[in-house]
């Protein structure tokens, strides 16, 4: 098979080039489509459920919202594991699944499951939400917020309902979280011996302030034509029009909410703090949906981040895209990968050089380096696997080997190319470089299915370092076996285009073709690409 292998690239070498060319176009195309990130997927997929359950206790939290969520979804298929936290007014359920499983089913059968629970929690527990799905790196941007004009009221008020509304709507974003500032919050503040002044209950007190701040509907009327829909307007939205709320009407006199409690603009008790530099303001953590490409989502966050500039440079808040950005390390490796490839070409050409003083040769084994590689990384965007420091890393240990092969091969067909110049009857140069690629063709494939076997062990680790590890063995391996189909295809194919290049311009020359050069270089080309009806179409003095 090797044989039939090497004698199809020599007989159709125009086939084999102009295949060669075309796997370079496609790998290029594919290397500016393919998916980046910082390091491959290592946690196998998972859910999570919160649930949020205001003033009761860790305890209760875990009897009467944890264990009937667990209950509930114990059941659904796929699950390896699954861990919950219960505290104080929160309660945090993660489910992990099998690894290779479809996510987006399990988070489906997760959902039907606590449909179901709708209606069971006790008074002010609100319904379970999962969490969106992002990777294990699924953090694209973190974006600071100072300002010296704006308290932190303000500057988390704009970041809540002017930033992070604009930054949901760019595509391939899963979520931003809002760290630090004060959350505003109109606050009741009762005072206890005032109701007991008028004997009132802290019942009265809220369902007064949830009536005054609620919008209920009023309902209809018809009539024989038409029929009325009825708004009610009025709710109190300021802290002023809340403590004119009345309460209880005693002795002719109306007791309002401003007589026993102190209504006004306050920050939630907080949980948590932000610094930018040393300087108290907002974070904003920006992820990007499971699977997507990490170059693709920064540059959307980072343009309607440009948006937003203006508008906020006005009202005096100052902004730091850039406390942290993977896609600067995504940046650096595509350069390092790049800067080690250009170098490793460089040495190639200058070694071989030097050793067999032949610049053509040199530049025949270099071919390898970047279809190789190219074809490893179309092969992996195939797969699925993106971009990461994993796979590159691969990449960058095998641009030393993938030229080991095509340089084997090329070094033999020079000598036997020599030799056969020397000899007194020479062979054809299709013969000689044929017997001389199927010379070494054992020892070629052999050392190459042997390198690549000393990283299969790398494919069997399990966990963690399995997940990490793995995506570079894949790429070594890949690069290699790429190496490989290189040097029994192109490698002697294009030595012969070479050689019968250099003989027919040294023929053009000796006969002194003049005006008809270009016809013999034309001559060559129909020849070996293998287009005889145009071929025979020729002078009989270019043929």
């Known amino acids: 098979m090797l044989n039939a292998i090497v004698r199809f690239s020599l007989r159709f070498r125009g ?227 809340i403590a004119s709320t009345v309460l209880v009407r005693q002795n002719g006199a109306n007791v309002t909410l401003r007589q026993v409690a102190d209504v006004r603009d306050d920050a939630a008790p907080p949980f948590g703090a932000a610094s930018i530099e040393g300087k108290t303001g907002v974070i904003l953590v920006i992820s990007a949906q499971y699977e997507s490409n990490t170059v693709d989502v920064t540059r959307n966050v980072e343009q309607a981040l440009d948006e937003l500039t203006p508008a906020l440079q006005r009202e005096g808040i100052e902004m730091r895209p850039d406390l942290f950005r993977p896609l600067n390390f995504i940046n650096t490796s595509i350069h390092n990968i790049r800067t080690s490839l250009l170098l490793g070409v460089g040495f190639v050409i200058v070694i071989l050089f030097l050793f067999l003083f032949d610049i053509r040769t040199a530049a025949i084994s270099c071919t390898a380096i970047p279809l190789s590689l190219l074809a490893a990384v179309a092969v992996m965007d195939r797969m699925g696997f993106t971009l990461n420091t994993m796979t590159l890393g691969g990449l960058a240990i095998a641009i030393g080997e993938v030229v080991d092969d095509a340089v084997i091969d090329v070094e033999n067909i020079l000598r036997r190319l020599r030799e056969n110049a020397a000899s007194a009857t020479p062979r054809s140069t299709f013969k000689v470089v044929l017997d001389a690629s199927i010379e070494v063709r054992s020892a070629v494939v052999y050392a190459t299915f042997a390198v690549a076997l000393i990283f299969t062990p790398v494919l069997t680790l399990s966990g963690i370092a399995g997940r990490l590890f793995a995506p570079l063995g894949i790429a070594y391996i890949l690069s290699i076996l790429a190496s490989l189909v290189v040097a029994l295809t192109l490698t002697p194919a294009g030595r012969a285009l070479v050689e019968e290049a250099v003989r027919f311009h040294s023929r053009a020359h000796r006969a002194n073709a003049g005006p008809d050069h270009r016809l013999c270089c034309s001559h060559y080309v129909l020849r070996y690409c293998r287009f005889p009806l145009l071929r025979n179409q020729l002078s009989p003095r270019t043929a």
């Open 15 to 241: 086939v084999v080039l102009s295949l060669a060319l075309a796997s370079l176009g496609y790998g290029l195309y594919t290397l500016t489509q393919a998916k980046y990130a910082v390091f491959p997927e290592f946690a196998p997929p998972r859910v999570s459920i919160q649930t949020e359950a205001p003033g009761l206790s860790p305890e209760q939290v875990e009897l009467l919202v944890t264990q009937p969520i667990e209950n509930a979804i114990n059941g659904v298929t796929g699950i390896e594991s699954l861990r919950s936290n219960s505290i104080q007014g929160l309660s945090v359920i993660t489910v992990t699944f099998q690894t290779g499983n479809n996510v987006y089913l399990e988070r489906q059968l997760v959902a039907e499951r606590l449909s179901v629970l709708a209606g069971q929690f006790p008074s002010g527990v609100k319904a379970p939400i999962m969490t969106p799905l992002t990777s294990s790196t699924s953090n694209v941007l973190v974006v600071g917020l100072t300002s010296s004009r704006q308290s932190l009221m303000q500057l988390r008020t704009t970041a809540d309902w002017t930033i992070r509304p604009r930054l949901l709507g760019a595509p391939g974003v899963a979520s931003v979280s809002v760290f630090g500032g004060e959350v505003r919050q109109i606050q009741v503040q009762f005072r206890p011996e005032k109701l007991v002044q008028f004997n009132l209950s802290l019942n009265d007190v809220i369902t007064a302030a949830q009536k005054a701040t609620g919008i209920q509907g009023a309902g209809f009327i018809e009539n024989r034509n038409q029929r009325l829909i009825l708004q009610t307007e009025g709710q109190s939205l300021t802290p002023e029009q």
